[in-house]
């Protein structure tokens, strides 16, 4: 191994460690041996204790680029870690290239300090706005099956993660490792899992650093495992050199296992031992530099702050702002940004002859009319959410042929894993690289994934008020398994809430009423990008009332309204229901009655924006999905709702013994007793 390849690394090192210092404390570029109060920020808001670690693997993945001359996947898991990103992007010049405020120079690098904090850009979160971003800051424990997700069904990708050890006690870190058995080199790309382990969280010790066998389980998991340490260069390199070994071996269709890099570092390490008389390297203070977050207030801070800086030696690492020969030896010479995937359309389906039930519908839709990149993700649901042809057809997936009561597939189409979480995360991941899928899951358990789908929503609304949208397909859900058909512990509406108070330019709930408006609404759902889309029904038969041609203008408008039984008089009542198994309910009081007109919503962006007379009708009826009170928020934005009666969900508990429809009040027969009512009042 050639000594000059390990300076350049730790040139790289020291170069973004520096970078990132400057950031959290400096407001512009400045000659730091003649650093002043004034040239501090007045106040800290980024992180600093895991931004070595970083760092320090981030120099081996430019290097590794270099020997593979591949451009993969990088993804970032560990939280308040955006300086060491932007430092590394800062570096291999893919930031000037997008944002040419932070192009190589003094300008460019003063740009990047000052900004720092302050910008959409260079947010101290990720920011979806940076070059390769796939997975943005905030949340913890998505980043390993996100991973996972952008590799299947990608025989020559490679993407490498890097999580922090406080992460493995959030979301789905340690269960995430079990979906190695949906890898092969076969069909999937190579991954690299990078975890820094520095031993303490936030505020206290992370629980990883204290098994002395966490390393073994990780082996156990059937992952090949190599551990290093800080400033241990030729031992990292040489792990490094093996992984490259590794990932050739899987390009060509070797089984191997996945590669786990752990590197055992003090928190916060290459900062000052001790700030104020308090330790700070290896314990939690360097994490958000408490000792140091009011740096202009603090009497020493000026010294502290320029020791640190000088101790990277900065000018041999940049003249004017550049990086110098040392540092780009070991940064890629090629675009580290890779473009964006060609997404494939699929030809329109045939809507004649499908089954009542919608989930059996969208099964036969599926086997026809999606390609063999097309993968269903699921909790363990999926025949019993009418999928049996499916499965049957392509299987379930697994990376060894096991002895199974179902089919299963080495390439099968469907991903079960009792973990909600981890269905949708993945299938995030696969979406990254132009693949296409679905996530079908119970309305009961469907608020586990409700945070990740607000991480999502900021993250496609950022992007595209930005203007970089990614051009992904759209993040496709299926809600199933209503509460109406269910016992009291599956009965449970919340993520619905969740889903419509927020934008409909970044998600769209669909409620079709039956089998052939499901379909049209997929169809719509799969032509969206960059979004959440989400369409809600139940598994079981529904009665078929729309034609092929009504079914498309249907969802087209997004709502169709039924006359039944008109007359003259003036007195007619208008039924506004939302869901397939309301409007059914609904369609069936009215059959009896004369003077009511059925209108049953389809999209979500409809609850705001009516375009019906309403003038026309003397009471309104509205029958929810879910719970009232915001679908009445949404619907008052435009009508006066004060005197209209809704009902929906009441969370009655008598719904477990009998009825629950009627023990909401929302079936057939309390459907005619409310019409009777309201008539009698008028």
């Known amino acids: 191994m050639k000594r000059n390849e390990l300076q350049a690394v730790e040139a790289n090192f020291r170069a973004s460690n520096y970078l990132s210092v400057a950031q959290l404390f400096l407001k512009f570029n400045v000659d730091v041996y003649k650093l002043k109060r004034t040239d501090l920020k007045e106040r800290v808001f980024g992180h600093w204790g895991c931004c070595p670690g970083i760092n320090y693997f981030y120099a081996y993945i430019n290097r590794f680029m270099r020997k593979t001359e591949i451009i993969p996947n990088i993804i970032i898991g560990t939280g308040h870690s955006s300086p060491a990103l932007i430092s590394n992007l800062y570096l291999n010049g893919s930031l000037g290239e997008i944002y ?24 101290t979160e990720i920011s979806p706005l940076l070059p390769g971003v796939i997975l943005a800051g905030g949340e913890l424990g998505n980043a390993i099956s996100v991973s996972m997700g952008t590799v299947i069904n990608n025989p020559k990708r490679t993407t490498l993660t890097i999580v922090g050890d406080g992460e493995f006690e959030a979301g789905t870190s340690i269960s995430s490792l079990l979906c190695n058995q949906f890898i092969n080199p076969i069909n999937d790309g190579f991954l690299v899992i990078m975890i820094n382990l520095n031993g303490y969280k936030m505020t206290s010790r992370s629980l990883i650093s204290l098994n002395r066998d966490f390393s073994k389980l990780l082996g156990n998991f059937g992952y090949e495992v190599f551990i290093t340490s800080i400033n241990s260069y030729e031992e990292t390199a040489m792990i490094f050199d093996r992984i490259v070994d590794l990932q050739k071996k899987w390009y060509e269709g070797e089984r191997c296992k996945i590669p786990i890099v752990i590197l055992k570092s003090p928190k916060g390490f290459s900062g000052p031992e001790t700030i104020g008389g308090l330790a700070f390297v290896n314990s939690h203070l360097s994490h958000k530099v408490s000792t140091l977050k009011t740096p202009m207030m603090s009497s020493d801070s000026v010294e502290t702050i320029k020791r640190w800086l000088i101790s990277y030696k900065p000018e041999t690492l940049f003249i004017d702002g550049v990086p110098t020969k040392e540092v780009l030896d070991n940064i890629p010479k090629f675009n580290t940004v890779e473009k964006q995937p060609n997404i494939q359309l699929i030809e329109t389906a045939n809507l004649d002859n499908l089954p009542k039930n919608s989930m059996e519908a969208l099964s036969e839709y599926f086997i026809k009319f999606t390609n063999d990149k097309f993968l269903i993700f699921s909790p363990d649901e999926s025949i019993s959410n009418g999928l049996t042809a499916f499965v049957k057809e392509y299987g379930i997936r697994y990376n060894a042929e096991i002895e199974s009561s179902v089919t299963v597939k080495q390439n099968g189409r469907v991903i079960e894993i009792l973990n909600e979480v981890i269905c949708i995360t993945m299938l995030y991941g696969y979406l990254s690289s132009g693949k296409d899928g679905v996530f079908i899951t119970y309305e009961a358990f469907s608020p586990l994934v409700s945070s990740f789908i607000s991480q999502c929503y900021k993250f496609y609304k950022q992007q595209q008020e930005e203007g970089s949208k990614k051009n992904h397909n759209s993040l496709k859900i299926i809600i199933t ?16 809430n969740t889903l419509l108070s927020k934008q409909s330019d970044y998600i769209k709930v669909y409620f079709p009423s039956e089998a052939k408006q499901a379909i049209c609404c997929f169809e719509e759902m799969k032509r ?20 092929v041609e009504q079914a498309k203008l249907d969802v087209k408008r997004g709502y169709w309204i039924q006359e039944f039984n008109s007359t003259n008089s003036c007195k007619k009542i208008l039924l506004i229901a939302i869901g397939d198994i309301i409007t059914n309910e609904c369609l069936k009081a009215s059959e009896s009655i004369a003077n009511i007109d059925i209108l049953s919503i389809i999209k979500s962006d409809c609850l705001q924006n009516l375009d019906i007379k309403i003038e026309k009708y003397s009471r309104i009826l509205v029958y929810c999905t879910g719970y009232c009170d915001i679908i009445r928020g949404k619907l008052s934005k435009k009508f006066d709702t004060t005197k209209w009666l809704f009902k929906g969900y009441n969370d009655s508990v008598y719904g477990a013994y009998k009825n629950v429809l009627e023990s909401n009040g929302i079936d057939m027969q309390s459907i005619i007793r409310d019409i009777k009512e309201e008539y009698h009042e008028l």
């Open 100 to 123: 040419p405020r932070y192009k190589y120079g003094l300008e460019g690098v003063s740009n990047l300090i000052s900004d720092f904090g302050k910008n959409e850009i260079l947010q």
């Open 481 to 496: 398994s209503l509460g109406w058909r269910n016992t009291y512990t599956h009965q449970n509406p919340d993520l619905l």
């Open 528 to 547: 969206a990008k960059d979004c959440i889309q989400v369409l809600y029904l139940t598994k079981t038969d529904i009665s078929t009332y729309r034609t």
